[in-house]
């Protein structure tokens, strides 16, 4: 019994913990511009990130070790630095707009410009990383992340014509006004938002600071198969809200106040309050998973004692990481940067970034050295080989794109 | 030599990606004009959602300060970067005047709208509704006029 719930609480979490600060953005404003004509790619990335989610969750599980302690093994320390360089640079711009978005979220609830709450926000993501175990952290603001099924409840409020959204959503096309760059630019962000890298080394890291054996593949199968899938319906309600909502009126979502307000017109106040905390646990637990992943794959590439398991003492220089990326991205965000374009420019270069990540974690799960009888099936290595090329289509197709389309304007 | 020439990327493709350009035609011109017809009509449509939201008694005033602020910030940045681009002909000398005059009701309505509401009078915006309707009406025969 205390199994099940521990798996129920699982996959609760990872519902709610797969939306972030990328996901609002992208599927909000994607909604007000394209209406459902780009649902299929969050699909085809919610897929994506249910297959490699779930292989370097199993390589943990099986290794006992995380991704980029593999990386550096696999790739030899010079590409493996250049594919820390980027991994990095990524992870530390979504920090930011993470950050960014508790401080504009808490801005939203109190009318208290943003600037004056990215400190307190920073020193809340440090002392919750200090202080809290990693399972707590993980599952408070998952479970909270929750909160944002309030824009499935309006959603079905707005009574849309369903089958009007699944026939857009089949018959994807290029809107009147909008250019084709545009459009694949708009789908390469939201394909970003769906398999942003901190994700798989957040998973893989939690598994190993979890200590996860093969007796947990099952959770991993359940956390990933069942929890991904419905985290990814949360980011098709902030779609379909702002399709019926915003894009009748030629009304674009570049505010996080605009992406709120197809649910505060169906459900008032209450939706407000839900809009509001959702925001709020998504962003805040998805800045602690991002400061956690800059001190992983930096901590895990020189081979340095890292997790949360440990005392902060024997991890001095992963926590060390972890404080200064906070700190910087901290005054970088004080910069008066506009945090929505930091956020939009974070999940354009996460698919550029993409390749670094998932071609190391297909490579490890391949390895009898590492996974002994648990490497890839068939399904596994024809969908990771499709998804390959789909990633490196996508990452040699983004800077062109956002130079193309002045970053989708 | 790598990483300084992805640092430049990455600093080109930013930069690339931020600028307002020139317009060196009066169609290009024209464009640009429609463009921030198109920023000031999605934040007057913000603000009737606003109005909308207020009159079925879902107004929280810290939340809709904010929303209308922000649409005001973003049709004033619209405007002030379409008035710095040097009009290419003395035909879109004429786009831009008739610009100014059919932006200028809207950039009012979203000022008197987030007066209003920071001074925590929600009636008075949902009083800004007609104001906001012949603001619409403008940009749309703007739109008509040079589109």
Same mark, same amino acid.
């Given at each position: 019994?205390?199994?099940?719930?521990?798996?129920?609480?699982?996959?609760?979490?990872?519902?709610?913990?797969?939306?972030?600060?990328?996901?609002?953005?992208? *599927?909000?404003?994607?909604?007000?511009?394209?209406?459902?004509? =780009?649902?299929?790619?969050?699909?085809?990335?919610?897929?994506?990130?249910?297959?490699?989610?779930?292989?370097?969750?199993?390589v943990?599980?099986?290794s006992?070790r995380a991704t980029f302690d593999l990386v550096r093994e696999r790739l030899g320390p010079r590409l493996a630095l250049a594919n820390l360089g980027a991994s990095f640079f990524v992870t530390?711009?979504?920090?930011?707009?993470?950050?960014?978005?508790?401080?504009?979220?808490?801005?939203?609830?109190?009318?208290?410009? $943003?600037?004056?709450? &990215?400190?307190?926000?920073?020193?809340?993501?440090?002392?919750?990383?200090?202080?809290?175990?990693?399972?707590?952290?993980?599952?408070?603001?998952?479970?909270?992340?929750?909160?944002?099924?309030?824009?499935?409840?309006?959603?079905? @409020?707005?009574?849309?014509?369903?089958?009007? &959204?699944? @026939?857009?959503?089949?018959?994807?096309?290029?809107? @009147?006004?909008?250019?084709?760059?545009?459009?694949? $630019?708009?789908?390469?962000?939201?394909?970003?938002?769906?398999?942003?890298p +901190?994700?798989?080394f957040?998973?893989s890291s939690?598994?190993?600071?979890?200590?996860?054996?093969?007796?947990?593949?099952?959770?991993?199968?359940?956390?990933?198969?069942?929890?991904?899938?419905?985290?990814?319906?949360?980011?098709?309600?902030?779609?379909?809200?702002?399709?019926?909502?915003?894009?009748?009126?030629?009304?674009?979502?570049?505010?996080?106040?605009?992406?709120?307000?197809?649910?505060?017109? #169906?459900?008032?106040?209450?939706?407000?309050?839900?809009?509001?905390?959702?925001?709020?646990?998504?962003? !805040?637990?998805?800045?602690?998973?991002?400061?956690?992943?800059a001190g992983y794959t930096v901590a895990q590439y020189f081979g340095w004692q890292w997790?949360? =398991?440990?005392?902060?003492?024997?991890?001095?220089r992963f926590?060390?990481v972890?404080?200064?990326?906070? =700190?910087?991205?901290?005054?970088?965000?004080?910069? #008066?940067?506009?945090?929505?374009?930091?956020?939009?420019?974070?999940?354009?270069?996460?698919?550029?970034a993409?390749p670094l990540t $998932?071609l190391p974690i297909?490579v490890v799960?391949?390895d009898?050295t590492y996974?002994?009888?648990?490497?890839?099936?068939?399904?596994? *290595?024809?969908?990771?080989?499709? +998804?390959?090329?789909?990633?490196?289509?996508?990452?040699?197709?983004?800077?062109?794109?956002?130079?193309?389309?002045?970053?989708?304007? | 030599m790598v990483k300084r020439?992805v640092?430049?990327? &990455?600093?080109?493709?930013?930069?690339?990606?931020?600028?307002?350009?020139?317009?060196?035609?009066?169609?290009?011109?024209?464009?640009?004009? /429609?463009?921030?017809?198109?920023?000031?009509?999605?934040? /007057?449509?913000?603000?009737?959602?606003?109005?909308?939201?207020?009159?079925?008694?879902?107004? $929280?005033?810290? +939340?809709? #300060?904010?929303?209308?602020? *922000?649409?005001?910030?973003?049709? *004033?940045?619209?405007?002030?970067?379409?008035?710095?681009?040097?009009?290419?002909?003395?035909?879109?000398?004429?786009?831009?005047?008739? /610009?100014?005059?059919?932006?200028?009701?809207? &950039?009012?309505?979203?000022?008197?709208?987030?007066?209003?509401?920071?001074?925590?009078?929600?009636?008075?915006?949902?009083?800004?509704?007609?104001? =906001?309707?012949?603001? /619409?009406?403008?940009?749309?025969? !703007?739109?008509?006029?040079?589109?």
């Amino acid at each position: 019994m205390k199994r099940v719930l521990s798996i129920f609480l699982g996959i609760l979490t990872a519902i709610g913990g797969f939306v972030d600060i990328g996901d609002i953005v992208a *599927n909000a404003e994607a909604g007000a511009r394209f209406k459902w004509g =780009l649902a299929w790619v969050v699909v085809i990335g919610v897929l994506g990130i249910v297959l490699f989610a779930e292989m370097s969750g199993r390589v943990a599980a099986v290794s006992g070790r995380a991704t980029f302690d593999l990386v550096r093994e696999r790739l030899g320390p010079r590409l493996a630095l250049a594919n820390l360089g980027a991994s990095f640079f990524v992870t530390f711009l979504t920090l930011i707009a993470e950050i960014a978005g508790v401080a504009l979220a808490l801005e939203l609830a109190t009318s208290v410009n $943003y600037l004056l709450w &990215i400190p307190l926000v920073g020193f809340g993501v440090w002392l919750v990383i200090w202080r809290l175990p990693f399972e707590a952290l993980e599952r408070i603001f998952g479970l909270l992340g929750l909160a944002l099924v309030v824009f499935a409840v309006a959603a079905f @409020h707005l009574a849309p014509d369903w089958g009007d &959204i699944v @026939h857009q959503a089949t018959h994807p096309g290029v809107p @009147h006004g909008e250019g084709i760059p545009t459009y694949w $630019y708009f789908a390469i962000g939201l394909f970003g938002a769906a398999m942003t890298p +901190y994700e798989v080394f957040f998973f893989s890291s939690g598994a190993v600071e979890e200590a996860w054996s093969e007796e947990d593949l099952g959770t991993n199968k359940a956390n990933v198969f069942i929890g991904f899938p419905l985290g990814g319906l949360l980011s098709l309600s902030l779609m379909t809200v702002a399709a019926v909502v915003l894009n009748p009126l030629d009304v674009s979502a570049d505010h996080l106040s605009q992406a709120a307000l197809p649910a505060v017109v #169906s459900l008032g106040k209450v939706g407000l309050a839900f809009v509001l905390m959702g925001f709020f646990a998504a962003t !805040f637990g998805a800045a602690l998973e991002t400061g956690l992943s800059a001190g992983y794959t930096v901590a895990q590439y020189f081979g340095w004692q890292w997790g949360k =398991l440990v005392a902060p003492r024997d991890a001095a220089r992963f926590h060390t990481v972890v404080l200064a990326s906070v =700190l910087v991205a901290v005054v970088v965000g004080l910069t #008066s940067v506009d945090p929505i374009k930091v956020t939009e420019y974070s999940i354009v270069f996460s698919a550029v970034a993409l390749p670094l990540t $998932y071609l190391p974690i297909l490579v490890v799960a391949n390895d009898p050295t590492y996974m002994g009888d648990r490497v890839n099936g068939r399904l596994a *290595n024809g969908l990771g080989s499709v +998804y390959l090329v789909v990633i490196l289509v996508a990452a040699a197709a983004a800077i062109p794109l956002m130079i193309a389309t002045k970053g989708g304007a | 030599m790598v990483k300084r020439a992805v640092i430049g990327l &990455i600093g080109v493709a930013l930069a690339a990606s931020a600028c307002v350009g020139p317009s060196r035609t009066d169609a290009d011109y024209t464009s640009k004009a /429609l463009h921030t017809v198109d920023v000031v009509r999605s934040s /007057l449509q913000t603000v009737q959602l606003a109005i909308d939201v207020i009159d079925h008694g879902g107004g $929280y005033r810290p +939340y809709l #300060s904010r929303l209308i602020g *922000n649409v005001e910030d973003d049709a *004033n940045a619209a405007v002030n970067s379409f008035e710095v681009v040097q009009p290419p002909s003395t035909t879109a000398d004429g786009v831009r005047s008739e /610009l100014g005059d059919a932006v200028d009701p809207g &950039i009012d309505v979203l000022s008197a709208a987030r007066i209003a509401i920071r001074r925590s009078d929600p009636d008075a915006v949902v009083a800004l509704e007609p104001d =906001l309707h012949a603001a /619409l009406d403008q940009l749309d025969r !703007f739109e008509a006029s040079v589109g």
